[in-house]
């Protein structure tokens, strides 16, 4: 069973920083793409952040300048580090994997279950 588990949600004030884990576990045979995606109350989940298995990555405009995302292929792990937090960066963060697992010839795309960023004024 593949899972998604992300770490590092809570509680800043704005201007704060966060750092954001998500590792993914299980019978994986290789991982391309991992990001993550986010989403406030009431609104559509949006695109943060990518990477590829190769270390380029794609950001929002939003965040550009602000949060940096890497990724540590050897522990399946994606990271993403957020600075200079704005209130409205509130929102459940998911980390995302394009991942083909051990019984599969195909990839397919993982979810984690979601941390909450919560950014005071």
């Known amino acids: 069973q593949v899972q998604l588990v992300e770490s590092g949600g809570g509680l800043v004030q704005a201007g704060g920083s966060l750092k954001l884990s998500c590792a993914a576990s299980g019978r994986i045979v290789s991982i391309n793409d991992m990001g993550w995606y986010r989403q406030a109350p009431g609104m559509q989940r949006e695109l943060v952040a990518t990477?590829?298995?190769?270390?380029?990555?794609n950001y929002a405009d939003s965040v550009k300048g602000r949060f940096t995302i890497s990724r540590d292929n050897a522990k399946n792990t994606v990271y993403l580090q957020m600075n200079s937090l704005k209130p409205e960066d509130t929102a459940v963060y998911y980390c995302?994997?394009?991942?083909?697992?051990?019984?599969?010839?195909?990839?397919?795309?993982?979810w984690g279950q979601g941390t909450q960023v919560t950014v005071s004024s």
């Open positions: 995302n994997a394009d991942l083909r697992p051990g019984y599969s010839y195909d990839s397919r795309q993982y």
């Open positions: 990477i590829t298995k190769y270390g380029t990555s």
